[in-house]
């Protein structure tokens, strides 16, 4: 069964970075769009970025500005966040997800989630 387990989150001071990894299982994700979304407290959730697991399209939210970037390492089956310039509004529980191609970034047509990792930037 398709099993997504994030890590990586923590405290970082306001203009730090911090690289997320969500170790994926249960499929060969080939046919696979892979996507990063985050909670933050008050708000709802919100798309991040998202990557076909073998081709390399990727879309990124505008609140990005590419600060973010997502990537896949395929020998150990892990998709990455690397979150540069962070500000205290990227303060989120943010999620891995999973879903047939293409990707999207809508929350709702992903079947697959991880648990979740926090992250909190401190100003």
């Known amino acids: 069964q398709v099993r997504l387990v994030e890590s990586g989150g923590g405290l970082v001071q306001a203009g730090g970075s911090l690289t997320l990894s969500c170790a994926v299982s249960?499929?060969?994700?080939?046919?696979?769009?892979m996507a990063w979304f985050r909670q933050a407290p008050g708000k709802e959730r919100e798309f991040v970025a998202a990557?076909?697991?073998?081709?390399?399209?990727?879309y990124y939210a505008y609140f990005t500005e590419g600060r973010f970037t997502i990537s896949r390492d395929y020998a150990k089956m892990v998709v990455e966040l690397q979150m540069n310039n962070l500000n205290v509004e990227d303060t989120a529980v943010y999620y891995c997800?999973?879903?047939?191609?293409?990707?999207?970034?809508?929350?709702?047509?992903?079947?697959?989630w991880g648990q979740g990792t926090q992250v909190t930037v401190s100003s």
């Open positions: 997800a999973a879903k047939g191609l293409p990707y999207s970034d809508d929350e709702s047509k992903y079947p697959y």
């Open positions: 249960g499929s060969t994700f080939t046919t696979y769009a």
């Open positions: 990557v076909h697991w073998l081709a390399s399209k990727a």
